[in-house]
């Protein structure tokens, strides 16, 4: 038995590798949207922790995305939910604050930064990921995050007249990109040194850029971090 259900939809348009992703501005409209009976089908999950810069200390939050198939994920998914039932802590990501990455026919859905209200160490243990479609039905998945380690030091990146020099100790180290909306327009994999901005870019994507920052991340470990951003 099919459903219906008027909405307002949005959807966000930044990248998945962004340090504290914002949603673009939403283009909002009113219709009817259809949705089956049947429990979305969870392809896959990609979940990070990742350590943030902040004037105090930096702190730790959750990048959480998902792969579903369900019609178009975008437009028929009610909302992502992302929970440690031990701690009571929770997050609710809907169309009005998620992100959207499409990968050939696949869309990735989620949200990034999802930190404590005090931005204190995210707990560990148990986290669920609960999908729900807007007739209502739900599937879920979990991962756990492991206990704490000693702390990585993040990427360092200077703009030094005109040159980025990187400096980094992670496996993958990636240059973000970012429009003076501090939206992600590019990323692209760097080794430690010291790099000529113009030789990065061509000219219409520098044209956009108006900051950079370095990120950092262990693909085996989930877990990532980022430096400060610095201006073109």
Not at 4 to 31: N, V
Not at 112 to 119: G, K, R, V, W
């Amino acid at each position: 038995m099919a459903c219906q259900k008027r909405r307002q939809r949005g959807a966000g348009t930044s990248g998945f590798l962004a340090p504290a992703i914002a949603a673009a501005a939403l283009a909002l409209a009113i219709g009817l949207v259809s949705c089956g009976s049947e429990a979305p089908e969870l392809i896959a999950t990609e979940w990070r922790l990742e350590d943030r810069p902040a004037k105090e200390a930096s702190y730790e939050s959750l990048s959480v995305f998902v792969n579903v198939k369900d019609g178009n994920p975008a437009e028929d998914l009610e909302s992502i939910e992302v929970v440690n039932d031990e701690e009571g802590l929770s997050w609710k990501i809907t169309d009005l604050s998620w992100t959207v990455q499409k990968s050939g026919a696949d869309s990735w859905i989620g949200a990034a930064d999802l930190a404590s209200a005090d931005y204190r160490p995210l707990p560990r243990g148990i986290y669920r990921i609960v999908v729900t479609n807007l007739a209502g039905q739900r599937t879920e998945s979990s991962f756990s995050l492991p206990p704490a380690q000693v702390g990585k030091p993040a990427p360092t990146l200077k703009n030094e007249a005109g040159r980025l020099r990187v400096e980094t100790t992670w496996p993958r180290t990636y240059l973000l990109a970012y429009n003076a909306a501090g939206l992600l327009v590019n990323a692209r994999e760097l080794a430690s040194g010291s790099y000529e901005i113009t030789s990065l870019y061509k000219a219409a994507t520098l044209d956009r850029a108006s900051s950079f920052a370095a990120y950092g991340y262990d693909p085996q470990q989930h877990h990532g971090a980022y430096s400060w951003r610095v201006k073109k």
